[in-house]
């Protein structure tokens, strides 16, 4: 399972950094290609648990870099953003994008 979990977020990683360098739409590829890897990493597990689990924390990885991306965006967008406000935000329009 720790094989799983480390070769996921190296790829999840991999494909954040390009798509930080490269104009991707969130909607319309980032979060299509992220569901699409992490689909495809659990679909070579037999156990439901594991399944779960790693599915958890792979979103849950890429969530995080998400939320401080968009954190580090605002504070080069804005003097002073309102930090807290911006998190859930950003969590409020990854959950929107990553499960609808």
Known sequence: MDTHIKLGKSILDNYSNYAETE??????????????IIEGIIKTIESSEEKEEIESVLMNHVKRHYVSLWIKHRTEDEENPDIDYEKGRAINEFDRLYYD
Do not use: M
């Open 23 to 36: 104009f991707i739409d969130d909607e319309a590829e980032y979060f299509p290609t992220v569901r699409v």
